[in-house]
């Protein structure tokens, strides 16, 4: 059955970069009812695509571009994309998901998806307009940032072309590497490597085919009253909207999980001084938002200090001001604001950025690098000096550049003695919220998908903020795996929508539901069968993970978490208590002791359907 | 219970105003006396205090027409979240009155809270007593009992939070309680199972401030053509410029039978697109909301507004601004202003594709359909533009326009 | 303040209130001499009814545990004396590291009822309301306590002062003013007639606190010793105080019947510039 008008562009476009052939498959419609579109999609193009043990940054790894029935329609933050691949740096599967306008143009342009296979020799952008795709030569543009490189394309094929590209970062296949687009970014797990592989260096694209959906009255009305439940709720028409992200931050150093000095511990002194008010206050002059999105997080900052002045960049955010604030030690907004430009310059991950920072900072602290492998760098904690230089070096890839720009895990295996404070999962750094002090976000770190990533099981908000009722923040019980679940299913199902996280934080799944259904026409008969979907999801990439040779043991934290107590903070003397949860979790998601997913949850979420 | 839900209708419109009792002296209840008797002017059918405070506003109450008294029996720390002074750590209810206590302060009900959703069932046993003691109170009293149960605890999830929302409704009735209070589920079709599920009268909670009286109003409206028997609006009313309109606004719809619309008065007649550039946000709801009015799907391509891009914090929505010049350079005379409300009309039968006015147009707002071969132009959707509706920045709002000497055409 | 009041409960409490807030001036000093039963003997107060003695014609009310009230009653006989206020509620709270025995966990509980206050010829009941607890429960443990309370007072025309302290690190930061505001709020909206607090620190908030409570506010000054020129006590009266209540401030100061002098005339005379 078709899908057309049903949210759904219905196709997918497939190119080979060696060969530039472009083919255009139809989108089954029992993938899009088992899996909507997006993350579900995304891991499901890639688990039939990439062959087993594909090296990432290989031309058989494929990189896939993906929306859902909801991407660009009125659904409330309806804005946003995934990239999903193989991950250079974890070598799990990977969706990092992107917000701005480019989805919903894909959409427009009239794909649903677009998967992209092999790699070219000479540098290359993938034109897409109104169903149509070529290869266009990049050499014009290869070593330009992502801000010049999207200025540059936009100006010479016309403003309302939609621009996503790599910088110099990506080129390099740096594991950090990200993909930005309209000052957002597809940011984790090196997505922006794999693109640099390729030797692609940007997609443009522009279309103007319009999305229909199933029940356009129905629809309309729906979409309006998931809007009037955002209105309705002080995070997402105020606290949000006001102070973006870093609206968490106060509190989160209260309950004494922010980040400090590479983990060292979860209260931060000058907190205050990097908080969401100091900086509505200072530096914030514009609020903006992605495609269909009233909750309009994103604020652009007016750097004012010396060395900055005229600097404009979106940001920083919750993570960014962990990762280069609080977890570096320091307290400088304008020097946050001004590495976190240069990450979007560069095309590299904030997160990660900040946190191999973090780790250098340390391991300079403890004698174990020198200033002279730092190219001269006085990496002392807290230092705004240090903190460019070093953002500065692994962005161009030089001087200490040559050794950051890998990643911790890579590191930490060429320093003899840095193991004990490279803190990753999988090798993906960690992200701004100790696990010592919310049980939950430690299971989470430990079995997401793709490493340590917080967007997955995100527990934070009820264990820390008192969301939803709230939860000990302590406990690592039956109730908290259950907890981390549930919100493990939620994500997953915004993800494979895709509408924005942020709305679930004032609307419930019940609202996504009640726009799926006269979106797509799919009638999944009650909320629980849409969380069930985002459980699929969820086991259908442990799959893939599974396939390419993860197991229990890989499933862990570092030390530092397992076994050093939090030295300060509400919750002093804690550490993760890990072993309980992962077996909860295992058995609650149906997964045998390895993490395995059984036969009878594959049967009954239908993967065994899907992946025949 | 009819002093509160109005015989001839059943219905009843409720203030809740004992807030600070469990956050506070928040905005809109610092000086409550102050403000509940302007609420009072606009004849509320009761009001929700706390003992303390049902005791100090007692003479609120005295009269014919005066609103029904009703006393919060009990405390809670549950809705100190974060946002407020020093949050609750973990949820806590207790006991403060006793239903004999609320007769002798000459209430007509008292109202008591109950939880559901806690991972400690022992923590949901005590809820359920709690609430059991106040029906044997209030059934040897003669007193009736309102409940309000609510989710809350950390087995609430997104997915179960409208099936506990209802179970909790019909545990509350089947303990005792004479009526509910409850929060609205978001739409009819859903919160029509819960009233079902409760089997007394339901009033709808109105929680937190809805940010735009049509928001509030349209609620209520969904509410009642759910079977609710009423509403209890707290903070949207204390907190309102003119409390008193507040509540009269919510009456006309609850016992007077008048339509959100009727009651909102919107701006009628011929109206303009008025824009406010400093507030716009980029998100470009405006554009995806035209093409959809308009019937042609979400299409940012084909609207008839758009959002320029002036620089990394600078946006503006670009809109119709009824100038006329697409008009005076159509050569078939197939553009003209609608006599009546003074917008740009199509009459296709005289178009011939010439894209004269897509040309003519000052600002660039008037496009072309290449398959139907006629433009798509702004047409204020005919007397109620979406995008000034759907607009949640208010970067374009919707007004009258202006006496015209005469025709501009 | 109490208006539109017609039952026989009420006029109770306005009565008992009136017998030592003035009628006049609507102001009230109030000295607390129930210490040893919240930390064991403390200086100035080791012969209670020494002090008694030397403080009864300054002040217009002492705050007493029920034990010693009982055994005080003489003071307390004719017209001159001070209303008795019986302490109803125990605390650890104040025990800090220079006491004996340093309280680790604050804790709280009941010690009698309003009916024992009743017997003791009490004018009030006094009680604390804590927020700041480590355990949110004992934080509903305590309001349940005040509000149980405050049923038993309206049920015989009792007057109950609810002093409404935020304690702990929870409650030492930016935050104070408006945990101060919290407290007394939810006291006064569980049933106290009248709320004392500690200073929020500058005469804004305390104002605005002074404004929304609603019934009278007693400054809270036990802590600290009370020495001239009593900046805090002339900022809270000028913010809309309606008196203050000293405890160990008072008894802790070299000479403390001549600072209860001073502070009379500062509470009792003191003009408001508003």
């Known amino acids: 059955m078709q899908l057309e008008n049903r949210g759904y562009a219905g196709a997918v476009l497939r190119i080979n970069l060696k060969l530039g052939r472009t083919k255009v498959e139809q989108l089954e419609e029992d993938i899009a009812r088992l899996l909507l579109g997006g993350k579900g999609l995304g891991s499901y193009l890639l688990y039939k695509t990439a062959p087993k043990g594909v090296d990432p940054l290989s031309p058989q790894n494929p990189l896939i571009f993906a929306t859902g029935p909801l991407t660009g329609t009125l659904a409330p933050s309806s804005g946003r994309f995934c990239v999903v691949t193989k991950s250079p740096t974890t070598g799990t599967m990977n969706d990092s998901h992107c917000g701005g306008f480019f989805g919903p143009e894909l959409k427009y342009a009239g794909f649903d998806a677009v998967v992209i296979e092999d790699s070219s020799d000479e540098p290359v952008y993938l034109l897409i307009k109104n169903g149509e795709a070529e290869l266009q030569p990049a050499n014009g543009v290869w070593g330009k940032t992502t801000v010049e490189t999207e200025t540059t394309l936009r100006k010479n094929l016309g403003e309302e072309y939609r621009v996503a590209s790599i910088g110099p970062c990506g080129e390099r296949c740096s594991p950090i590497a990200g993909i930005l687009t309209d000052m957002r970014s597809a940011g984790r797990g090196g997505t922006g490597a794999v693109m640099g592989s390729k030797k692609l260096k940007a997609i443009a694209v522009k279309g103007s085919k319009p999305v229909g959906v199933h029940n356009q009255g129905k629809f309309e009305k729906m979409a309006w009253i998931a809007q009037r439940a955002l209105r309705m709720n002080e995070t997402t028409v105020r606290s949000l909207p006001e102070y973006g992200t870093a609206n968490i931050l106060m509190m989160i150093n209260q309950t004494g999980a922010l980040p400090t000095r590479n983990f060292q511990t979860g209260r931060f002194p000058e907190a205050e001084k990097i908080s969401g008010e100091t900086l509505r206050d200072t530096l914030w002059v514009r609020d903006i938002a992605c495609m269909g999105c009233t909750i309009k997080c994103s604020k652009i900052a007016a750097l004012k200090a010396e060395p900055y002045l005229g600097t404009k960049v979106d940001g920083p955010d919750y993570e960014t001001l962990f990762s280069l604030g609080s977890n570096c030690g320091v307290g400088d907004t304008e020097a946050i604001a001004y590495t976190n430009h240069l990450c979007d310059l560069y095309g590299m991950d904030t997160i990660s950025t900040g946190c191999i920072i973090a780790f250098t900072m340390e391991l300079y602290e403890k004698g174990i690098l020198t200033r002279k492998e730092l190219g001269g760098v006085d990496a002392k904690w807290g230092s705004p000096g240090a903190l460019v230089a070093l953002t500065e070096s692994i962005g161009k890839g030089v001087g200490a550049g040559n050794l950051l720009q890998w990643g911790v895990r890579n590191m930490s295996e060429r320093l003899p003695g840095s193991e004990p404070f490279a803190l990753h999962v999988k090798g993906l750094e960690v992200p701004g919220y100790e696990p010592r002090a919310a049980q939950g976000m430690g299971l989470g770190y430990a079995v997401s998908d793709r490493g340590g990533c917080h967007l997955r099981a995100y527990t934070a908000g009820t264990e820390l903020c008192g969301y939803g009722g709230g939860a000990d923040p302590k406990a690592y019980d039956q109730g908290k795996v259950q907890l981390a679940i549930d919100r493990e299913d939620e994500k997953a199902v915004v993800d494979s929508a895709v509408i924005c996280f942020f709305t679930l934080f004032g609307m419930r799944l019940k609202e996504v539901y009640q726009m799926i259904e006269p979106c797509t026409g799919f009638n999944y008969g009650s909320v629980r069968e849409l969380k069930n979907l985002g459980a699929r999801v969820v086991s259908l990439t442990r799959m893939f993970n599974v396939r390419e040779g993860f197991e229990r043991k890989d499933d862990t934290l570092p030390k530092r978490f397992l076994e050093n107590p939090l030295p300060d903070g509400p919750a002093k003397g804690e550490v993760v208590h890990l072993e309980p949860m992962v077996q909860a979790y295992y058995e609650l998601r149906g997964w045998d002791e390895n993490g395995v997913p059984t036969s009878e949850t594959l049967k009954s979420l239908q993967i065994d359907k899907i992946l025949k | 219970m009819s002093k509160i839900l109005d015989p001839p209708d059943g219905r009843g419109v409720v203030v809740a105003a004992d807030h600070g009792f469990m956050l506070g002296s928040i905005e809109g209840v610092e000086d409550l006396e102050g403000t509940l008797s302007r609420v009072v002017e606009g004849r509320p059918d009761a009001i929700l205090l706390s003992p303390g405070q049902a005791a100090r506003l007692n003479h609120l109450f005295r009269g014919r027409d005066a609103p029904a008294l009703l006393v919060r029996a009990d405390w809670t720390n549950a809705f100190r979240d974060k946002t407020y002074t020093l949050p609750a750590r973990t949820v806590h209810r207790r006991a403060v009155a006793e239903a004999r206590d609320a007769i002798s302060l000459g209430a007509s009900a008292i109202v008591t809270y109950y939880f559901m959703g806690h991972s400690d069932d022992e923590r949901e046993a005590q809820n359920l007593r709690l609430m059991a003691s106040f029906a044997r109170q209030c059934d040897k009293m003669g007193l009736p009992l309102i409940v309000e149960p609510l989710p809350m605890g950390e087995r609430v999830t997104g997915a179960n939070f409208a099936d506990l929302a209802t179970a909790a409704v019909r545990i509350a009735a089947e303990a005792g309680a004479d009526a509910i209070k409850a929060v609205y589920t978001g739409d009819v079709e859903t919160f029509s199972s819960l009233v079902k599920a409760a089997g007394i009268p339901v009033l709808i909670l109105g929680g937190a401030k809805a940010k735009t009286l049509r928001d509030a109003l349209e609620i209520v409206d969904e509410a009642l053509e759910a079977g609710a028997a009423g509403v209890v609006y707290g903070r949207q009313v204390l907190q309102a410029s003119d409390p008193a309109q507040f509540v009269r606004s919510v009456r006309a719809i609850v016992h007077e039978g008048k339509t959100v619309l009727q009651v909102l008065n919107p701006v009628t007649g011929p109206v303009r697109l008025r824009v406010f550039p400093e507030r716009c946000t980029r998100c470009r709801v405006c554009e995806l909301i035209c093409t959809s009015t308009h019937g042609q799907g979400f299409s940012p391509a084909a609207a008839r507004l758009r959002v320029e891009f002036l620089g990394v914090d600078s946006y503006k929505p670009v809109t119709c601004t009824l100038c006329g010049q697409c008009i005076k350079a159509c050569p078939t005379d197939a553009l003209s202003f609608h006599p009546e409300l003074h917008y740009v009309q199509l009459n296709p039968e005289r178009c011939n594709g010439c894209m004269d006015c897509v040309q003519a147009c000052p600002v660039k707002v008037v496009r072309f359909d290449e398959q139907r071969s006629l433009p798509i132009i702004c047409d204020m959707c005919r007397g109620a533009p979406s995008c000034g509706l759907w607009c949640q920045p208010e970067a374009i709002v919707t007004e009258r326009q202006k006496e015209r000497k005469n025709d501009a055409a | ?274």
Not at chain 3, 185 to 196: L, N, T
Not at chain 3, 198 to 223: I, M, Q, W
Not at chain 3, 246 to 274: D, M, P, W, Y
């Open chain 3, 1 to 274: 303040m109490m208006s539109g009041r017609g039952t026989g409960v009420a006029l109770g409490k306005s009565l008992r209130l009136s017998s030592f807030i003035a009628i006049e001036d609507r102001k009230s000093l109030i000295v607390e001499l129930d210490q040893g039963l919240m930390q064991g003997p403390t200086r100035g107060s080791l012969d209670l009814q020494l002090v008694l003695a030397s403080l009864s014609a300054d002040a217009d009310a002492v705050v007493l545990s029920p034990g010693n009230a009982g055994r005080s009653v003489p003071r307390f006989m004719g017209r001159a004396a001070p209303a008795l206020i019986v302490r109803a509620d125990w605390t650890n709270a104040f025990r800090d590291q220079s006491s004996v025995l340093p309280a680790s966990e604050v804790r709280h509980a009941m010690v009698c009822s309003t009916e024992d206050a009743v017997a003791l010829g009490a004018s009030a009941v006094a009680a604390y309301f804590f927020i700041g607890y480590r355990d949110d429960e004992d934080e509903a443990r305590n309001m349940e306590s005040i509000a149980l309370l405050a049923r038993q007072c309206d049920r015989l025309g009792m007057p109950l002062i609810v002093e409404s302290v935020p304690i702990g690190e929870r409650t030492a930061g930016a935050n104070f003013a408006d945990c101060v505001d919290l407290a007394t709020r939810m006291a006064m909206e569980a049933g106290a007639d009248a709320v004392a607090a500690p200073y929020t620190g500058d005469e804004k908030t305390f104002h605005a606190l002074a404004e929304s409570v609603g019934v009278p506010l007693f400054l809270l000054y036990s802590t600290d010793p009370i020495v001239e020129p009593f900046s805090v006590v002339r900022s809270s009266l000028d913010a809309g105080a309606s008196g203050v209540i000293v405890g160990r401030s008072l008894l802790e100061v070299e000479n403390s019947s001549e600072t209860l002098k001073k502070l009379r005339h500062i509470v009792h005379k003191q003009r408001r510039e508003r």
